[in-house]
């Protein structure tokens, strides 16, 4: 088991939170959750995805770039405009209900891979 991946995660994802945040011109404190989504969702795509491409300490990095910019471009897809005005209708507060409750199932379910694919990871180091 290779445990450079979760410091190869962490790297990506900085970089990649830290790219949309000057492309959005958000402060980066502000973007505390988008980093979970990219660092949690570039680990898991290590776990699961085929490795491709040139190997460096044990990475292979195609699939930790890939799959970063992947969630990153659909996070912004799903996140407002910064400097979009805030209305206090009852009737925009639902979009954004739903959309969090979508953040968390997607944590939820990344979180659950990620357990998955180290379950399946030890079942395949077991040789009878």
Known sequence: ???YIVSASLLISLIVTLLFAFYTRRPVGRLFWFFVVIF???WTGQLWIKPLGPVTHGIN???LIAVSLFFSLFM???IS???APRSTDNEEEAPMV???IFFWLIVGALLASIILGYSRMSNNLIVD
């Open 1 to 3: 088991m290779n445990y």
């Open 61 to 63: 990095w195609v699939p």
């Open 76 to 78: 912004l897809a799903l």
């Open 98 to 100: 739903i959309i969090g």
């Open 81 to 83: 405009p910064a400097a």
């Open 40 to 42: 949690l969702s570039t």
